[in-house]
């Protein structure tokens, strides 16, 4: 079992920094990888970034690159977002997936956060 709680969402202005956090408790694994997600209103979850514990390879989808960057350090990973967009306004999850895979796709990840908001104005 893996438990995440995520934290760090905010309501901020676009151009502006935020920094989320989720904490990883429980089994690990060299093939363990983390990765957030992000669920807009009326739109289905898509993957924002992941990062193995092999190997630290990361993937972003387009709409982020250059403006996230996903970390981790030891048990807990982050995303730092930068240069934010209200098109980034969304609920933020967490998740762990234990196929040393970094895909960005829901089907690859067994546990899953509560979540964070995100809140970006214009």
């Known amino acids: 079992q893996v438990q995440l709680a995520e934290s760090g969402g905010g309501s901020v202005q676009a151009g502006h920094s935020l920094k989320l956090s989720c904490v990883a408790s429980?089994?690990?694994?060299?093939?363990?990888?983390l990765a957030w997600f992000r669920q807009a209103p009326g739109k289905e979850r898509e993957g924002v970034a992941s990062l193995s514990d092999f190997g630290g390879i990361t993937s972003y989808a387009d709409s982020v690159k250059g403006r996230f960057t996903i970390s981790r350090d030891w048990n807990t990973v982050y995303l730092q977002m930068n240069d934010l967009k209200p098109e980034d306004t969304a609920m933020y999850f967490c998740a762990a997936g234990f196929n040393g895979v970094t895909s960005l796709f829901e089907s690859d990840y067994n546990y899953w956060g509560q979540g964070t908001q995100v809140t970006v104005s214009s």
């Open positions: 429980g089994n690990t694994s060299s093939r363990r990888v």
